[in-house]
């Protein structure tokens, strides 16, 4: 493993990279909007329902009201060409067309692969497995795409919150799937023995996301504080045992 990838975990000292670059867009799609009270509100509670927040302290709608109207002041005016986001891909390819081997830097929305119309997903978010250190990150663009001599799909992807740099090409079917859902305390019930679930691991130099089975849940009374129930885990990566809370958990999507 050549580098790992950081993702600290530090007192609560403003909005994360990742959440910054989501402000940015909305106040560039936005305008005046993004000075609405309840719109803050809204991305607030998103903020403080995403992994990227997981053990940090949550966000008022007051800081990102406060943040909305500072860019407002900083950028009174901009021209409309700039309010159009980079142009990502809007699909996953999972099929195989008949040109193994075959590269594209864009696939555009009902794209048709092997003669099958493929949905348009613009509006999903997804997860990725890194290859670096086999945690999962959740994507922000789908760059590219191939099919190998194999006959699997790789696509190329750009992780929230790093760099060019970090960008790889991953395993469609092996490494890329619909984003992980945060907890409500309410929601604990959902959890079962039993269940695949991504779970926050922490150690002293580092703290990702991995896959992990339910093993055993200790049901206790919510206070207060939310959800105080136990859930014994088990790593898949490396089989490590421990007690987590709620709110280290994220669900798998189920429709």
Same mark, same amino acid.
């Given at each position: 493993?050549?580098?790992?990838?950081?993702? /600290?975990?530090?007192?609560?000292? %403003?909005?994360?990279?990742?959440?910054?670059?989501?402000?940015?867009?909305?106040?560039?799609?936005?305008?005046?909007?993004?000075?609405?009270?309840?719109?803050?509100?809204? @991305?607030?509670?998103?903020?403080?329902?995403?992994?990227?927040?997981?053990?940090?302290?949550?966000?008022?709608? !007051?800081?990102?009201?406060?943040?909305?109207?500072?860019?407002?002041?900083?950028?009174?005016?901009? *021209?409309?060409?700039?309010?159009?986001?980079?142009?990502?891909?809007?699909?996953?390819?999972?099929?195989?067309?008949?040109?193994?081997?075959?590269?594209?830097?864009?696939?555009?929305?009902?794209?048709?692969?092997? %003669?099958?119309?493929?949905? *348009?997903?613009?509006?999903?978010?997804?997860?990725?497995?890194?290859?670096?250190?086999?945690?999962?990150?959740?994507?922000?663009?789908? @760059?590219?795409?191939?099919?190998?001599?194999?006959?699997?799909?790789?696509?190329?992807?750009?992780? !929230?919150?790093?760099?060019? /740099?970090? *960008?790889?090409?991953?395993? #469609?079917?092996?490494?890329?799937?619909?984003?992980?859902?945060?907890?409500?305390?309410?929601?604990?019930?959902?959890?079962?023995?039993?269940? @695949?679930?991504?779970?926050?691991?922490?150690?002293?130099?580092?703290?990702?996301?991995?896959?992990?089975? #339910? @093993? /055993?849940?200790?049901?206790?009374?919510? *206070?207060?504080?939310?959800?105080?129930?136990?859930?014994?885990?088990?790593?898949?990566?490396?089989?490590?045992?421990?007690?987590?809370?709620?709110?280290?958990?994220?669900?798998?999507?189920?429709?």
């Amino acid at each position: 493993m050549d580098r790992l990838r950081p993702r /600290e975990r530090k007192v609560f000292s %403003g909005f994360t990279k990742a959440e910054i670059e989501k402000m940015e867009k909305l106040h560039n799609e936005s305008g005046e909007q993004s000075l609405d009270r309840e719109f803050c509100r809204k @991305l607030a509670r998103n903020f403080n329902s995403s992994k990227g927040r997981a053990g940090k302290p949550p966000v008022k709608w !007051i800081e990102v009201e406060s943040w909305f109207q500072n860019r407002q002041q900083n950028c009174p005016s901009k *021209d409309a060409s700039s309010r159009n986001p980079p142009a990502k891909l809007s699909v996953v390819p999972e099929v195989c067309p008949a040109n193994k081997g075959h590269e594209s830097s864009r696939m555009s929305k009902g794209a048709s692969v092997a %003669g099958e119309k493929v949905p *348009d997903l613009s509006e999903l978010e997804f997860e990725a497995r890194s290859s670096k250190d086999g945690a999962w990150y959740d994507v922000d663009t789908f @760059l590219s795409h191939r099919f190998l001599s194999s006959g699997e799909a790789e696509v190329r992807v750009r992780f !929230i919150g790093f760099g060019s /740099e970090e *960008d790889e090409w991953v395993n #469609v079917r092996k490494a890329v799937r619909e984003r992980s859902l945060p907890l409500e305390h309410s929601e604990c019930r959902k959890v079962k023995i039993g269940d @695949l679930v991504l779970c926050f691991q922490e150690r002293r130099d580092q703290a990702r996301y991995y896959d992990a089975h #339910v @093993l /055993e849940i200790q049901r206790k009374l919510h *206070d207060i504080r939310g959800c105080r129930c136990l859930f014994l885990i088990r790593y898949d990566h490396d089989n490590i045992e421990e007690k987590v809370h709620l709110r280290r958990l994220c669900c798998r999507p189920t429709y």
